[in-house]
C-alpha cells in the first residue's frame, strides 16, 4: 500500500542555520505533495505544495524538492528562526482513479531551533 | 478570512457512546476532508466528503461515518466508542478542482474514558 515515511525524528539546528528535512515515499504514481508544519496543540499548516510535473518549488524562506526517481521529497528551511521549532509532515496524493484526494502522510520530523 | 473551524475543541465520553465532532470549510471550498491522528500513529485519513456526497473511505470501522450538508459543513460520528478511539480528529477542506492543497483546522480531542 502506499506509504510515506521520513528519515529523520529529530533534527536539532542552531538558529540562522539552514534545515534541511527528508521525506520517502513509497507510490510511483503519486503526483502530488505538499509539507506541512504542526505546532504543539493546533492543526497542521500548509507551507508549500509541489507537483510531480516539476522539480523544485520556492516559496517564503522555504524550498522544496522532489526526486521522483528515488522517491524522495525535501523541505529546506532558509534562516532558521526559533519560531521555525514545530513538528514537519510530508503527505502524498496517489492517483486520482484509486486515491481521490486522499493525503497520505508521513511520520513526522520534530524541527527544534536553537538560539 | 476565516479558516477552517471545528467544534467542540474536546469532547469526554465513555465506552459504547456516540460523538458527533463538526466542521465548517473555508468559505468556497466543497471538499471536506477528515484525519485521525492518534498518539504514535501519525495522520490516517478517514472521510472525503464533496458536493454532499462521501468520495472516498479510509480503512476504518463502519462506525465512523459522516456527513456533508448543503452549506458544505460536515459532521464525522462515531458510534460504539472504543477506548483506541481516543486522538485529535482533523478537519481539512479545499477546493475541489485538481490538485488542491489541504488546509486543516486544529481539531477536535476526543478522550474516551
Known amino acids: 500500500g502506499e506509504s510515506v515515511g521520513l528519515h529523520l525524528p529529530t533534527l536539532s539546528v542552531q538558529e540562522g542555520d539552514n534545515s534541511i528535512i527528508n521525506c520517502a515515499y513509497s507510490?510511483?504514481?503519486?503526483?502530488?505533495f505538499i509539507w506541512y508544519k504542526q505546532e504543539s496543540g493546533k492543526g497542521p499548516q500548509f507551507i508549500i505544495d509541489?507537483?510531480?510535473?516539476?522539480d523544485k518549488r520556492q516559496g517564503q524562506r522555504v524550498t522544496v524538492l522532489l526526486n521522483k526517481t528515488v522517491k524522495h521529497l525535501s523541505l529546506q528551511i532558509a534562516a532558521t528562526q526559533p519560531g521555525d521549532s514545530a513538528v514537519y509532515f510530508c503527505?502524498?496524493?496517489?492517483?486520482?482513479?484509486?486515491?481521490?484526494?486522499?493525503?497520505?502522510f508521513g511520520e513526522g520530523t520534530q524541527l527544534t531551533v536553537n538560539p | 478570512e476565516a479558516g477552517v473551524t471545528q467544534s467542540p475543541t474536546h469532547l469526554i465520553k465513555t465506552r459504547g457512546q456516540q460523538a458527533t465532532l463538526r466542521c465548517s470549510p473555508i468559505?468556497?471550498?466543497?471538499?471536506v476532508y477528515w484525519y485521525q491522528q492518534a498518539l504514535g500513529l501519525g495522520l490516517q485519513f478517514l472521510l472525503w466528503?464533496?458536493?454532499?456526497?462521501?468520495?472516498n473511505r479510509g480503512n476504518f470501522p463502519p462506525r465512523f461515518s459522516g456527513r456533508q450538508f448543503p452549506n458544505y459543513s460536515s459532521e464525522l460520528n462515531v458510534n460504539a466508542l472504543e477506548l483506541e478511539d481516543s486522538a485529535l480528529y482533523l478537519c481539512a477542506s479545499s477546493f475541489y478542482r485538481g490538485r488542491q492543497p489541504q488546509h486543516f483546522g486544529d481539531g477536535t480531542r476526543l478522550s474516551i474514558l
Open positions: 509541489i507537483r510531480s510535473n516539476m
Open positions: 507510490n510511483s504514481a503519486s503526483d502530488y
Open positions: 503527505a502524498e496524493m496517489g492517483p486520482k482513479e484509486t486515491s481521490g484526494s486522499r493525503l497520505t
Open positions: 466528503y464533496d458536493e454532499g456526497e462521501e468520495r
Open positions: 468559505s468556497g471550498h466543497t471538499s
